[in-house]
């Protein structure tokens, strides 16, 4: 079965950084177009960011460019997203998403509260 876990959300104060991981297993990770997407709270779901199976190809929200980098490690089946610089406006449950076989594939989801 496929299983996506997201951990590393927490409580952050504006200006702080945090790194969210997303452990994969059940499917061929490094073949998976891979996202990462949050929904804040009377908010629609809204995609942060995408990488391709190998990494070469990113792409952001106009939100989160030059803030957040996402990232991959296939050898560990994992997919990160580093968070800098955040804002009130960030705080949300972030999920883990894979498309394989054109099928979507999401986690349960990680909070991440940005407040002082």
């Known amino acids: 079965q496929v299983q996506l876990v997201e951990s590393g959300g927490d409580l952050v104060q504006p200006g702080g950084s945090l790194r969210l991981s997303c452990a994969a297993s059940g499917f061929t990770f490094r073949l998976a177009t891979m996202k990462w997407y949050r929904q804040a709270p009377g908010k629609e779901r809204e995609l942060v960011a995408g990488i391709t199976g190998f990494g070469g190809n990113t792409n952001y929200a106009d939100s989160a460019k030059g803030r957040f980098t996402i990232s991959r490690d296939n050898g560990k089946n994992t997919l990160y997203l580093q968070m800098n610089s955040l804002t009130p406006e960030d705080t949300a449950v972030y999920f883990c998403?894979?498309?394989?076989?054109?099928?979507?594939?999401w986690g349960q989801g990680t909070q991440v509260t940005v407040s002082s």
């Open positions: 998403y894979a498309n394989y076989f054109n099928r979507p594939y």
